[in-house]
């Protein structure tokens, strides 16, 4: 039920093998080739050659498109593999049409986790309401798609076996673009050139570091803070999340089946950035042990949780604004280029949405700039839609004041725990604000 950040919910990650993939290790140590492909993408002196940066949501779901159009497509990840376990992130609207074209509904249907109940509880543990998630999320029962970030990630790359070059373990150290080329050195030393690269790789993305300069001037801070991390399900919770709310505070449980881990959150409003506790891990949980002392509901059992759990992350809510998405022959996907927060529920969705717009418009422009700035036009309006759900609609989960909160409660009161009414409305509309276009 979380709009992930691309990079985000690093829990308790399970490798997940990618069968006849060319894999290189750091230092340009081959580990393993594998056999041949059966069926090899296209491939022509005329083929282009693009470098994704990012194996999340957005690199994958790109490579998967650009070897689709005939492209010769590498990735390069800085972690040993494709990261899999996580928590549960959904897939609305037009995203379903994405995932739909690349054949994914059948696996991610498999995978749906059907959280069936959303509960709202007050400062002294007792419930407020219990509703249906898409009474809140505005998506649609029966429709919407709920799936471990691990089980999207499987989706995605299953097809890209045999097809896609992958290069784990490094990261893109130099990028440099005469204008006929691109030519990059990797951390490892090695040295290569691309026709095109593409950075879809996060909210804090590397990429967008090299080509377009520091952070600060795109990011877009919420006020928020948040710490996740997972820990026993010792509540008797199955399929359903429960969010504790004082004013600019949430602390929330995620559960899938009864025999898993559950995914806590804890979440508070901070007006400035605590940038001291970004490399400090203790500090990071200091600062969040601070901010939740009471003693009532689960939060002495959270904060313990957090405290020892050994896959904690601990980042800022926010966003990514930028005057372009691309530069040259580089060009930015996912949350690299328009990161919506979790707040918003969509940063997944978006992110589907976009890489098909982007590696279809590549294949219908031979011109890259025309590419890139009909990429820009078809989804910048629907990004920034959704980046405003965050803004808009983030006082459902964090209300900033007592009457906010009481504002929020009674809203949820009145709408039916049996899931009949509060779906779709302006939230709904949001998430299908694009025609999509047809590229085959």
């Known amino acids: 039920m979380v709009g992930s950040a691309e990079g985000a919910g690093r829990s308790r990650s399970a490798p997940i093998k990618i069968p006849n993939v060319r894999i290189f290790c750091r230092k340009g140590f081959l580990i393993s080739t594998l056999s041949q492909p059966a069926s090899p993408a296209p491939s022509s002196p005329a083929a282009r050659r693009v470098l994704v940066s990012g194996a999340s949501i957005a690199g994958p779901a790109l490579a998967y498109w650009l ?148 952070e600060e001037p795109f990011h877009r801070y919420l006020g928020h803070v948040f710490a996740g991390f997972t820990l026993p399900n010792e509540f008797g919770l199955v399929r359903e999340a429960a969010v504790w709310n004082e004013p600019g505070r949430a602390a929330a449980l995620y559960a899938h089946e009864p025999e898993e881990d559950l995914h806590g959150f804890l979440v508070f409003r901070n007006e400035d950035v605590p940038v001291t506790a970004f490399r400090n891990p203790e500090a990071q949980r200091e600062l969040v042990r601070e901010r939740f002392p009471e003693r009532s509901w689960h939060l002495p059992r959270m904060v313990e949780g957090m405290e020892k759990a050994d896959d904690i992350f601990f980042d800022i809510v926010s966003q990514i604004h930028m005057p372009a998405w691309s530069h040259g022959r580089v060009a930015l996907a996912g949350d690299a280029a328009h990161a919506t927060s979790f707040l918003s529920g969509q940063g997944s969705s978006v992110a589907l949405v976009g890489a098909y717009v982007l590696a279809g418009e590549l294949a219908r422009h031979r011109d890259h700039e025309a590419a890139f700035a009909a990429y820009e036009r078809i989804v910048r309006p629907f990004a920034e839609l959704n980046q405003a759900l965050a803004t808009s609609g983030g006082t459902s989960v964090v209300p900033g004041t007592r009457e906010e909160m009481e504002a929020r409660n009674t809203v949820l009161r009145a709408v039916s725990p049996a899931g009949g009414g509060g779906e779709g409305g302006a939230t709904h509309a949001v998430h299908s604000a694009i025609d999509l276009p047809r590229y085959e």
């Open 67 to 214: 070897d689709r159009h005939g492209f010769e497509v590498t990735v390069v990840e800085k972690a040993p593999t494709v990261r899999g376990g996580g928590y549960a992130i959904d897939i609305r609207g037009v995203a379903r049409e994405v995932a739909d074209r690349m054949g994914m509904m059948p696996a991610l249907r498999a995978a749906h986790v059907d959280s069936r109940r959303l509960s709202f509880v007050d400062a002294a543990g007792e419930t407020v309401c219990s509703v249906r998630p898409e009474q809140v999320t505005g998506g649609t029962a029966g429709l919407d798609l709920e799936v471990r970030r691990g089980d999207l990630a499987t989706a995605l790359t299953a097809p890209l076996e045999g097809r896609v070059e992958f290069l784990f373990n490094d990261s893109i150290a130099t990028l440099d673009d005469d204008g006929d080329a691109v030519h990059v050195e990797f951390d490892s030393g090695t040295l290569r050139t691309f026709d095109l690269v593409i950075g879809a790789d996060g909210l804090h993305s590397n990429t967008r570091r090299l080509v377009f300069g520091p």
